[in-house]
């Protein structure tokens, strides 16, 4: 799936995950929804063209290309008889796994314990990547989502562990996103399945990543989904519903 689609399925499944917090500050919800989304297309790190690799220039091409490398060595290392033997490239290997997710959010628990300034930081770089990701903005949506989170963690340190979690959660769901293409990903790693380690893991149906099922039926429906989302988790269906009902007719 394409950068678009990735951030809106993270912001989706923002919105589900601040819904089961309705106790937490609606300011604090709102940032939970944007690292969510930035998250979303963090796995993709493991190659240089894609929108991570891109948000900051060189210095995450960088990055970009020594994940990669780390991804290959962690599958040659790693692979069992089955797994194909000459594999080169570390795109959807290391980054497309549930542990590794999983750990990103952890070490993120871990640097917000240490100081709401590492957290503000993840949190900024993560809404400019979304706005990036959704083609709507860059720079100055990083600067200022920082400049509010830090001051919201400040404000409210008892929701911090929500930084954590929305960025695994994003990971997540881009594991998720992947598997409807013919690609899929490792989801099963380390666990051996059929010989293979490495087994990429795919849903009966998909479609090829920026393709026209992806471009004017996916994309449009999950858009509407995260209208029909937030309306419901703001008590704002009613009335959209409503208005829809009266422009048809």
């Not at 089955?82 to 952890?106: E, F, K, Q």
Request: charged share 10%.
């Amino acid at each position: 799936m394409m950068a678009k689609g990735h951030s809106l399925g993270g912001l989706l499944a923002g919105v589900g995950f601040v819904a089961l917090i309705p106790s937490a500050p609606l300011p604090v919800r709102g940032l939970l929804v944007v690292v969510t989304g930035g998250a979303a297309l963090l796995p993709d790190l493991d190659h240089p063209a894609a929108t991570a690799a891109r948000s900051l220039g060189l210095f995450t091409k960088l990055i970009a290309i020594g994940v990669d490398r780390v991804a290959v060595a962690v599958y040659h290392a790693t692979r069992a008889p089955g797994d194909r033997a000459g594999r080169h490239g570390g795109h959807r290997l290391l980054t497309h796994t549930v542990p590794w997710n999983v750990s990103l959010g952890g070490l993120v628990a871990v640097l917000g314990m240490v100081s709401p300034v590492a957290s503000a930081v993840v949190c900024g770089l993560l809404a400019g990547l979304l706005g990036l990701g959704l083609r709507v903005a860059g720079v100055g949506l990083a600067v200022s989502s920082a400049v509010v989170a830090w001051w919201l963690l400040n404000q409210h340190p008892a929701w911090s562990w929500g930084v954590a979690v929305a960025v695994s959660l994003g990971g997540l769901v881009h594991l998720v996103c992947d598997a409807v293409t013919p690609s899929g990903v490792p989801l099963l790693w380390p666990l051996v399945s059929r010989g293979e380690r490495w087994r990429m893991v795919h849903t009966p149906v998909t479609f090829d990543a920026g393709g026209a099922e992806e471009t004017f039926l996916v994309t449009p429906l999950m858009l509407l989904g995260l209208v029909a989302t937030v309306s419901w988790v703001t008590g704002l269906l009613p009335v959209v519903v409503a208005a829809v009902s009266r422009g048809g007719a």
